[in-house]
Nanobody
């Protein structure tokens, strides 16, 4: 499975961005898919995950501001990010297939990352 993330950019605090992650090579099938992020000088961290059935989970830092979704027929996942804060600045990665969605190192497939910069 190849994952391609897109949609990053620069935005002011309070703004919104929508990230997309398209899968190719194989379908996502029943794999859990997720967004993770890595800020400068920090470890990669879990942001949000969604199952094939549509059950989603979020990190407490983004809950209520970010919404994860996926279109299984299009093999595509999204992350709608609202009320962005400077602390959300990071490279955002999409990933798939994990036994432990909260463990960044447990994902089998990774996209290349897309940079989100939020200025104050």
């Amino acid at each position: 499975v190849q994952l391609q993330a897109s949609g990053g950019g620069s935005v002011q605090a309070g703004g919104s961005l929508r990230l997309a992650c398209a899968a190719s090579g194989r379908t996502l099938g029943v794999a859990t898919t997720a967004w993770l992020r890595q800020a400068p000088g920090k470890d990669r961290e879990f942001v949000a995950a969604i199952t094939w059935a549509g059950t989603s989970t979020y990190a407490s830092s983004v809950k209520g501001r970010f919404t994860i979704s996926r279109e299984n027929a299009k093999n595509t996942m999204y992350l709608q990010m609202n009320s962005l804060k400077p602390d959300d600045t990071a490279v955002y990665y999409c990933a798939a297939n994990t036994p432990d969605r909260y463990n960044a190192s447990s994902y089998k497939y990774w996209g290349q990352g897309t940079l989100v910069t939020v200025s104050s």
